[in-house]
C-alpha cells in the first residue's frame, strides 16, 4: 500500500542503537516490533488491551506478514509510523504500518489478522469481527 487511506495511530520514535547493525543501519526485523508496538497501542486505546482479549476467549493471530524497505533507516533518524487498517473482511482484517523518514516511506509492514474464539482445550476458530472493533477500523 502506497498511501494510507485514513491513519488510525501514529507516533515518532528516535532509532535506537538496538534497532541497527554493525553498520549502523536498520536490523530487518526491528519495523516488525515497532509495527506490533502500534498494533498493541491501537487496540488498547480504541478498543480492549490484547490480554483482556486472550482472556476474555478471543484473539487476533497473524496469519501472514510482510515488510517492504525502500530507504535506509539509519542509528538516530526520527522517523513518524503511521497506522492504517485495510481489507477488512468478515474475520479479519489488515493492518499495516509505514515507517515514515521525513516525507519519505522508508518501510512498510503489513499483517494480516484473523478473530478467533479460543477454546477451553487451546484450539480456536475464525469469529466474526465484533461491530465495536470494526467501528474502531475507519480511524
Given at each position: 500500500?502506497?498511501?494510507?487511506?485514513n491513519v488510525v495511530h501514529s507516533r515518532k520514535l528516535r532509532v535506537a542503537l538496538g534497532d541497527v547493525d554493525a553498520a549502523r543501519v536498520i536490523y530487518f526485523p526491528a519495523v516488525?516490533?515497532?509495527?506490533?508496538?502500534?498494533?498493541?497501542?491501537?487496540?488498547?486505546?480504541?478498543?480492549?488491551?490484547?490480554?483482556?482479549?486472550?482472556?476474555?476467549?478471543?484473539?487476533?493471530?497473524?496469519?501472514?506478514?510482510?515488510?517492504?524497505?525502500?530507504?535506509?533507516?539509519?542509528?538516530?533518524?526520527?522517523?513518524?509510523?503511521?497506522?492504517?487498517?485495510?481489507?477488512?473482511?468478515?474475520?479479519?482484517?489488515?493492518?499495516?504500518?509505514?515507517?515514515?523518514?521525513?516525507?519519505?516511506?522508508?518501510?512498510?509492514?503489513?499483517?494480516?489478522?484473523?478473530?478467533?474464539?479460543?477454546?477451553?482445550?487451546?484450539?480456536?476458530?475464525?469469529?466474526?469481527?465484533?461491530?465495536?472493533?470494526?467501528?474502531?477500523?475507519?480511524?
Amino acid at each position: 500500500m502506497d498511501q494510507p487511506v485514513n491513519v488510525v495511530h501514529s507516533r515518532k520514535l528516535r532509532v535506537a542503537l538496538g534497532d541497527v547493525d554493525a553498520a549502523r543501519v536498520i536490523y530487518f526485523p526491528a519495523v516488525f516490533r515497532w509495527h506490533e508496538y502500534n498494533f498493541s497501542e491501537w487496540l488498547a486505546l480504541r478498543y480492549k488491551p490484547l490480554s483482556e482479549l486472550l482472556a476474555s476467549g478471543f484473539g487476533l493471530p497473524v496469519v501472514n506478514c510482510s515488510a517492504t524497505y525502500t530507504t535506509s533507516i539509519r542509528q538516530d533518524d526520527v522517523v513518524r509510523l503511521d497506522s492504517w487498517v485495510a481489507d477488512v473482511g468478515e474475520s479479519s482484517f489488515t493492518f499495516g504500518t509505514s515507517v515514515l523518514s521525513g516525507d519519505d516511506t522508508a518501510s512498510t509492514v503489513e499483517t494480516r489478522h484473523v478473530w478467533v474464539k479460543i477454546a477451553h482445550d487451546g484450539t480456536f476458530a475464525s469469529a466474526g469481527l465484533p461491530p465495536e472493533l470494526r467501528g474502531e477500523m475507519a480511524g
